[in-house]
């Protein structure tokens, strides 16, 4: 129950976000979401024995996304490459190296690395595209992620019976799989209908394949990493859905992938 009671809160603010907002509302929003979530990945990092630095993760997490939505690939470029130089040099004045610092400095790059350039992709899908084409991708890329997810959850629930995954995901099975991929479909025809997407169906068709199988990806790949910290959620922010770590793995990590797709086949110039 609370994790439909959030969704019926969450997705009407969702709409009022993206669609009547001007973009740097929506990506405000994506900034603190990827802020928060980063915070909780490094608090898995210590949950498994490594130790990691916060505030200056943080600090260059913010200005990578800043940096990308402002100047682009250029602006991802130069905060990437500067938190490569920062973080393993500040290691050098924290009082308890060298111990600990290969694993140390490795997450804390990661952290700013993959959360910030997925976000990073996530911010461009609304900004590149000309309005109102970019409201429209995002909302279709929202809506597969989510009637799909949704679909994954009840169908594993109700139906599930073959694990997926045991050592990484216990609960995750192959039926719940094919219910997330069946409505991720489903959600990309609908969505595409009630948008008036102008696209040929065959990219309607190939953007629903990459989020079908990316989201489920990177829904699993939080899961490896909380699996090696010994913990369930990654926090408990949100009702029934854990913390914002939980609920932005399937959004980050397809992101990419969609967009290089758009780029790739000149929908987005």
């Known amino acids: 129950m609370k994790r439909e009671l959030f969704a019926a809160a969450a997705i009407p603010i969702m709409v009022v976000t993206i669609g009547w907002l001007p ?38 997490i913010g200005a990578l996304l800043v940096a990308s939505w402002l100047h682009g690939v250029d602006g991802l470029a130069v905060t990437a490459v500067a938190a490569l130089v920062i973080l393993p040099t500040v290691r050098l004045a924290r009082p308890e190296s060298p111990l600990g610092s290969l694993a140390g400095v490795a997450t804390e790059c990661f952290a700013v690395l993959y959360l910030g350039s997925t976000a990073a992709c996530l911010g461009w899908l609304r900004l590149w595209p000309e309005d109102p084409n970019g409201i429209k991708i995002l909302f279709f890329f929202l809506a597969c ?52 997407f102008e696209l040929r169906f065959l990219h309607i068709f190939a953007l629903a394949t990459i989020l079908a199988a990316a989201a ?45 797709y758009l780029l790739l086949t000149g929908l987005v110039g």
Not at 29 to 47: F, M, N, P, T
Request: proline residues 5%.
């Open 216 to 260: 489920p990806v990177g829904d699993l790949i939080e899961s490896l990493f909380k699996r090696d910290s010994g913990i369930k959620d990654s926090s408990n922010l949100i009702p029934g859905h854990g913390g914002l770590l939980d609920r932005t793995d399937s959004l980050f990590y397809p992101a990419p992938l969609v967009l290089g």
């Open 23 to 60: 973009p740097w509302g929506f990506l405000a929003i994506l900034g603190v979401a990827a802020l928060l979530a980063c915070d909780e990945y490094l608090k898995l990092a210590r949950a498994a024995d490594i130790v990691v630095g916060r505030w200056l993760v943080l600090m260059l």
């Open 145 to 196: 992620i989510w009637v799909g997810d949704s679909g994954a959850y009840y169908v594993g629930k109700n139906f599930g019976r073959h694990k997926m995954s045991p050592k990484i995901s216990p609960n995750k099975t192959y039926e719940g799989l094919v219910g997330g991929i069946a409505t991720t479909y489903a959600a990309a025809a609908a969505a595409a209908f009630i948008l008036g």
